[in-house]
């Protein structure tokens, strides 16, 4: 029976067959890097697409270049977000190019991107934590990070608010799991909360969520100090605080679930990802998990490991309920803006898939059950992988044409002033207001910022 540990100490010693990590991160790194650029490379384009418009032009470079933007500006709310940490990389990609292009921001975001699943990784190997049938976690993470399932995040520059609160989320937990009792580990922490609700609204989720794993702590070694119950109190009031000050929003009244039948529905769809099947037995992926984890609490079996990836696996969880809540409203496909939020869930959903079979497998009956599970879940869960990803390369085309036909039309208005150019079906102009897109332009500020690939025939 593994013991509850309070330090980085490694469940199992490390084998002579084991992987050396040293030597194989850094390529796993790589690769996750390459599949994202090359993804970057093929499907995007320079041309500004939709909030871009107002959040990045109207709201934020052109008063940068006019000399009118007061720091204050940089956390104003977009819709019922705050996307502090967005603006300051736009910010960023403009004064490094001195332009303002999208496809920039996509390459700048390529690493940003990468960083969660490659810091989840590194996590992973200094708690010497992958061995055996475990790497099948390691191989769960590469695929969520190597494959398009997120193309509208990779493929949009603005799109980065999911990649830095993933990022903040999962350095918050992994210093709340690794320093629980550091006074500095926890001011870093505060931090990273603080600036997750900067983030976007479901960013109240991480201080909440990492003040559990701060209670789940104490509970497991029947030990609460003082400064764990001050660093819980600061990381309630965080989000407490975060959400009376929340922008509401009326006209996204429509999207919200209607009623608890429907968040039940949409929540069970939701867990099934990234199972293609729209039937609700596909919630059924969570259900082992779901008690597993209670099983461990009560018994106090949880290892440093299990606490971290306990916290990926309820800041999913809550993601999901906000996500079913905010966005309910007759959804039945999970956009692939989404499935970002998921990843870190998904990961430990196959931790805990794998430690059942380490700790209940205690004869042969029972360890061959569990082994079973562990077939349905990871077969179940790449055979879906295998399923996307060709539907996924499918859709990432189709919207590069789209993206390029818009390209085209902008071009020409820019040429001509037409304004029936303007007055094309939707998704052949990048924005939904023709007027209010005719002005915006017509703004001759605008032209010294776009990339000359979209103004060289004009300049």
């Not at 494959?147 to 989320?169: A, C, K």
């Given at each position: 029976m593994t013991e509850y540990v309070p330090t980085f100490k490694p469940v199992k010693k490390a084998s002579k067959t084991d992987v050396n990590w040293p030597s194989i991160l850094p390529f796993i790194s790589i690769l996750i890097i390459l599949a994202r650029w090359y993804y970057v490379e093929k499907f995007a384009v320079a041309l500004p697409f939709l909030d871009q418009w107002d959040a990045e032009w109207i709201g934020l470079l052109k008063p940068w270049t006019e000399g009118k933007l007061v720091f204050s500006?940089?956390?104003?709310?977009?819709?019922?977000?705050?996307?502090?940490?967005?603006?300051?990389?736009?910010?960023?990609?403009?004064?490094?190019?001195?332009?303002?292009?999208?496809?920039?921001?996509?390459?700048?975001?390529?690493?940003?991107?990468?960083?969660?699943?490659?810091?989840?990784?590194?996590?992973?190997?200094?708690?010497?934590?992958?061995?055996?049938?475990?790497?099948?976690?390691?191989?769960?993470?590469?695929?969520?990070?190597?494959?398009?399932?997120?193309?509208?995040?990779?493929?949009?520059?603005?799109?980065?608010?999911?990649?830095?609160?993933?990022?903040?989320?999962?350095?918050?937990?992994?210093?709340?799991?690794?320093?629980?009792?550091?006074?500095?580990?926890?001011?870093?922490?505060?931090?990273?909360?603080?600036?997750s609700v900067l983030t976007m609204a479901s960013g109240l989720i991480t201080p909440i969520v990492v003040a559990i794993v701060y209670s789940v702590d104490g509970y497991i070694k029947k030990s609460w100090s003082v400064k764990s119950l001050v660093i819980i109190f600061i990381l309630i009031m965080i989000p407490a605080t975060g959400y009376l000050t929340m922008p509401y929003v009326a006209g996204h009244h429509f999207l919200h679930a209607q009623n608890i039948t429907e968040m039940v529905k949409t929540t069970i769809r939701?867990?099934?990802?990234?199972?293609?099947?729209?039937?609700?037995?596909?919630?059924?992926?969570?259900?082992?998990?779901?008690?597993?984890?209670?099983?461990?609490?009560?018994?106090r079996r949880f290892t440093r490991c299990d606490l971290l990836m306990f916290g990926c696996f309820i800041w999913t969880g809550a993601q999901v309920l906000a996500l079913a809540y905010g966005r309910g409203h007759e959804l039945f496909e999970v956009s692939s803006r989404y499935t970002d939020l998921l990843q870190l869930g998904l990961a430990g959903n196959a931790w805990f898939v794998i430690r059942a079979a380490e700790i209940f497998g205690q004869n042969r009956k029972s360890l061959m059950a569990f082994r079973i599970l562990a077939i349905i879940f990871f077969g179940a869960l790449f055979f879906s992988h295998a399923q996307r990803l060709p539907r996924d390369i499918e859709t990432m085309k189709n919207d590069r044409a789209i993206r390029l036909i818009q390209t085209k039309n902008i071009q020409l208005y820019l040429k001509t002033r037409d304004?029936?150019?303007?007055?094309?079906?939707?998704?052949?102009?990048?924005y939904p207001n023709p007027e209010k897109f005719k002005t915006i332009l017509d703004d001759p500020g605008l032209l010294k910022v776009l990339p000359e690939s979209l103004t060289a025939e004009i300049r």
């Open positions: 500006d940089l956390w104003n709310s977009h819709n019922e977000h705050r996307i502090f940490l967005t603006r300051l990389m736009t910010l960023l990609g403009f004064e490094l190019t001195g332009a303002w292009s999208n496809l920039t921001e996509t390459r700048l975001n390529i690493i940003l991107g990468a960083l969660t699943p490659i810091l989840l990784l590194w996590l992973l190997y200094k708690l010497k934590a992958l061995h055996g049938p475990r790497w099948l976690i390691a191989a769960v993470i590469v695929a969520g990070a190597t494959f398009p399932f997120s193309w509208e995040n990779m493929l949009i520059g603005f799109q980065n608010q999911f990649y830095f609160l993933n990022l903040l989320s999962l350095s918050a937990l992994a210093l709340s799991v690794h320093r629980p009792q550091s006074i500095r580990a926890m001011i870093i922490v505060a931090m990273f909360c603080g600036l939701i867990m099934g990802w990234p199972l293609t099947d729209h039937k609700l037995y596909i919630g059924l992926l969570w259900l082992p998990v779901l008690i597993i984890i209670p099983v461990l609490l009560m018994s304004e029936k150019i303007l007055k094309k079906p939707r998704m052949q102009i990048s």
